[in-house]
Nanobody, 124 residues
Framework: QVQLVESGGGLVQAGGSLRLSCAAS????????MGWFRQAPGNEREFVAA????????RYADSVKARFTISRDNAKNTVYLQMNSLKPEDTTIYYC????WGLGSTERNDYDYWGHGTQVTVSS
């Protein structure tokens, strides 16, 4: 069982930056690929970024490529999402997720555990 807790969301002006963190419980964090997804009200949860269990592979949605960076610190059981050049359309709730021995899937159904989300609001 893995528990995930996101933090770092908030209100920022367009063009600004935020860094989201996702802290995981347990001693097996390094076995999990980690992903970030986001979901606006009435929409499906969409893929944002993922990193493999080894950290050797990262994937990004086209909409965030070159603006967002995913990274992990296995010593701290934490995955990060650095978000730069934020746009109003990035406004929504962001969720992190864990996939045992995953390679960084873009499919939400591949993930076994989810956090409760953190709100990001980008003002124009």
């Amino acid at each position: 069982q893995v528990q995930l807790v996101e933090s770092g969301g908030g209100l920022v002006q367009a063009g600004g930056s935020l860094r989201l963190s996702c802290a995981a419980s347990g001693r097996t964090f390094s076995r999990y690929a980690m992903g970030w997804f986001r979901q606006a009200p009435g929409n499906e949860r969409e893929f944002v970024a993922a990193i493999s269990w080894s950290g050797g592979t990262t994937r990004y949605a086209d909409s965030v490529k070159a603006r967002f960076t995913i990274s992990r610190d296995n010593a701290k059981n934490t995955v990060y999402l650095q978000m730069n050049s934020l746009k109003p359309e990035d406004t929504t709730i962001y969720y992190c997720a864990a996939d045992l021995w995953g390679l960084g899937s873009t499919e939400r159904n591949d993930y076994d555990y989810w956090g409760h989300g953190t709100q990001v609001t980008v003002s124009s």
